[in-house]
């Protein structure tokens, strides 16, 4: 049913906006796991093209399995494949936590 894919995502709002700053602000890194990941899917019987199982309208393609927009999941270093056991396609890189100081070593890593 949609209204629990809904639900899952405002439930994960922190994932999304993770989804939402890296397809902004693109990295190098973050693209070339987005890359991979989006392979993993590409041979996912749960992926939805069209869109009919997406959580939000608009948002295709996505997974069929917890309806998020892959353009967004892909990107998402703390985010992992819904599926489980040897189903799973792919897992979590680094939470949030760890991304941030990531992100801010290679920010000092820019400056030098």
């Given at each position: ?8 995502a405002v439930k994960n709002i922190d994932k999304v906006y ?56 892909l990107r998402s270093m703390s985010t992992d494949c819904p ?14 936590e760890q991304e941030s100081t990531l992100l801010k070593n ?7």
């Open positions: 049913m949609r209204i629990n894919k809904i639900l899952n993770e989804g939402i700053k890296n397809k902004i602000f693109k990295r190098s890194y973050i693209e070339d796991i987005a890359n991979y990941r989006w392979k993993q899917c590409k041979t996912c019987p749960h992926l939805d093209i069209k869109g009919t199982e997406c959580a939000l309208p608009g948002t295709k393609p996505c997974c069929g399995k917890c309806g998020c927009s892959l353009d967004l999941k599926l489980e056991g040897d189903e799973k396609k792919w897992d979590v890189i680094m939470d949030a290679l920010d000092k890593q820019d400056k030098k």
